[in-house]
């Protein structure tokens, strides 16, 4: 089965830069979209950023575009969210989720779509 290991959360100030990884195995990278997810104290958890199985598409929401890049290593059997311009909104654990069933160029953004999760890793951005 799959199993995601998330690390590189942490503390940081505004304006500062997190970069966080996501370990797969039990799958090859290249079978997956993965995405990443956050959620907030008293809030649902959001969609931030995904990316398709074949590399070609990556989607973000909205109030991370511009600041947040998803990337992938295939060879490494991992994807990367460079964070950076960070505010305090961003504060959240983070949670990396794979789509074992994607379309090639498919980037899902609700929870249901998809069939594995990380443990997650917190994010904090002081004020």
């Known amino acids: 089965q799959v199993q995601l290991v998330e690390s590189g959360g942490g503390l940081v100030q505004p304006g500062g830069s997190l970069r966080l990884s996501c370990a797969a195995s039990?799958?090859?990278?290249?079978?997956?979209?993965i995405a990443w997810f956050r959620q907030a104290p008293g809030k649902e958890r959001e969609f931030v950023a995904g990316?398709?199985?074949?590399?070609?598409?990556?989607y973000y929401t909205d109030s991370v575009k511009g600041r947040f890049t998803i990337s992938r290593d295939n060879a490494k059997n991992t994807v990367y969210l460079q964070m950076n311009s960070l505010k305090p909104e961003d504060t959240a654990v983070y949670h990396c989720?794979?789509?074992?069933?994607?379309?090639?160029?498919?980037?899902?953004?609700?929870?249901?779509?998809?069939?594995?999760w990380g443990q997650g890793t917190q994010v904090t951005v002081s004020s």
């Open positions: 989720a794979a789509d074992s069933s994607p379309g090639w160029g498919t980037v899902a953004r609700e929870i249901y779509e998809y069939d594995y």
């Open positions: 990316i398709s199985k074949s590399g070609v598409s990556t």
């Open positions: 039990g799958f090859t990278l290249d079978q997956l979209a």
